[in-house]
């Protein structure tokens, strides 16, 4: 039986269903994303990873999210143009989400109950709240959004 994490299929920036099944084998980093944030340059980061790692098997997945200080208000539209023209981002966006409260994506509640954050509290704090994944589905590791994609590279090395 596969992972629990191919199991979801959310909604990319298209509106179409992403089976996450055709990830199995792949190591991924998931991260909630926001385009107006203090964090956003780390999408040129988060695509430098993608670039680097994605032949020896890993995938970047962004989540929109505007439920930190109100930091994606845009449409999907907006978001996947704003992405591409300021950061060059090739890496799959996804459709806009919440990540805390009672309509957190199923996806999101699970990444939350499998690494929970600081003193064990499942909420995500901000935006660019990084998990990573490994090729056999497992949560590995949870990463604060001060964390840079750069210094995650050991980390991802690792499980590739």
């Keep these: ?19 996450f099944s055709q990830f199995e084998g792949q190591v991924l980093l998931i991260v909630n ?3 107006e944030c203090g964090f956003t340059p ?4 988060l695509e430098a990873l993608f670039q680097r790692y994605r032949e020896r098997g890993l995938t970047v997945i962004g989540f929109p999210c505007n439920q930190f200080g109100n ?3 845009a449409s999907a539209t907006e978001i996947g143009a ?19 409260g009672k309509a957190a994506s199923p996806l999101w509640q699970y990444l939350k109950a499998e690494k929970p954050g600081l003193l064990g ?8 709240t990084k998990f ?23 980390d991802i090395e690792a499980l590739l």
């Design 1 to 19: 039986m596969s992972a629990p994490i191919y199991q979801y299929a959310p909604l990319a920036l298209n509106g179409q269903a992403l089976p």
């Design 33 to 35: 994303t926001a385009s």
């Design 42 to 45: 780390q999408y040129t980061a």
């Design 71 to 73: 930091q994606e208000p």
């Design 82 to 100: 704003f992405c591409q023209k300021n950061f060059g981002v090739t890496f799959p966006l996804m459709d806009k989400i919440d990540v805390n």
């Design 121 to 128: 509290l499942p909420a995500i704090k901000w935006n660019f």
């Design 132 to 154: 990573l994944i490994d090729r056999q589905g497992q949560v590995i590791k949870r990463f604060a959004p001060q964390t840079t994609p750069e210094s995650l590279a050991s």
